[in-house]
């Protein structure tokens, strides 16, 4: 099994909101990403929509399902009201429950499910009701999955930014365990496995080969800096075949 790349784009919604432009554009870089093979598309909005804005969700959705039926759109943030009613208008084919604060840069732990089952587990069957498959993020521990069959999700995400933002194998190794353990323990109570958060060409192999039921990994700020590079064609390649994936055109 391949773990399947969804690009997240709110790096390059980041940058354009630097100026009253419409460029560079999500929707048009995001479909050279599908074109190249990606998985899917990925956005965060967030309350002060400093990168993705309310408005492009719904032109994201229209464009993945006229040109790339089958490819997903996967849609992260808190369950507040005002989220809750964007996701279920955009119905997209997952959503991604992440405790972030407003007032954070960006996400930087999971869930505490035990203090937060009761929305959760609310949050969760609305949004399943309405055929929207449900991640939670959570950090690497392997006693989580066990906290969760009162919730209800389909799949976890795993937050990989203490094992991302590690240089060598060496220094990761501690934490690529501990994540191992996690998704062998989310595995064995049934729940699908996702990942994210300062994952690169550099450490997706090790990852991918820790955890080969992987079923999704969301990559923007590494990816989108690498298309800098590369473009972002032959970047979503190398990402592919980083997570051992053969890319398709």
């Not at 309310?54 to 992260?76: C, H, Q, S, Y």
């Not at 992440?98 to 499910?113: E, F, K, N, R």
């Amino acid at each position: 099994m391949t773990a399947k790349l969804s690009v997240n784009v709110n790096a390059i919604a980041h940058l354009r909101n630097r100026r009253t432009v419409p460029w560079p554009s999500v929707v048009g870089l995001g479909r050279i990403a599908l074109q190249a093979g990606a998985a899917g598309l990925t956005v965060h909005p967030r309350p002060d929509e400093r990168h993705i804005r309310k408005a492009d969700v719904p032109e994201l959705a229209a464009m993945i399902r006229a040109e790339f039926p089958g490819r997903e759109f996967n849609i992260e943030g808190f369950p507040d009201p005002d989220f809750l009613k964007l996701v279920e208008a955009a119905r997209p084919d997952q959503v991604t429950l992440v405790p972030d604060d407003p007032s954070q840069g960006t996400s930087d732990h999971g869930w505490d499910l035990a203090r937060h089952q009761q929305l959760l587990a609310s949050v969760v069957g609305r949004l399943k009701a309405g055929g929207m498959r449900v991640s939670i993020f959570i950090d690497a521990d392997r006693a989580a999955p066990a906290r969760a069959h009162n919730i209800g999700p389909d799949r976890f995400e795993l937050y990989t930014g203490p094992f991302g933002g590690q240089l060598t194998s060496a220094t990761r190794a501690p934490f690529l365990k501990a994540l191992r353990e996690t998704a062998e323990a989310a595995k064995s109570a049934g729940f699908g496995i996702n990942a994210g958060h300062d994952l690169t060409r550099e450490n997706l192999p090790e990852l991918c080969a820790a955890i080969p039921h992987l079923d999704e990994v969301s990559i923007g700020h590494a990816l989108i800096g690498d298309a800098l590079t590369f473009g972002m064609a032959e970047t979503v390649r190398l990402f592919q075949a980083a997570c051992g994936e053969n890319s398709k055109t």
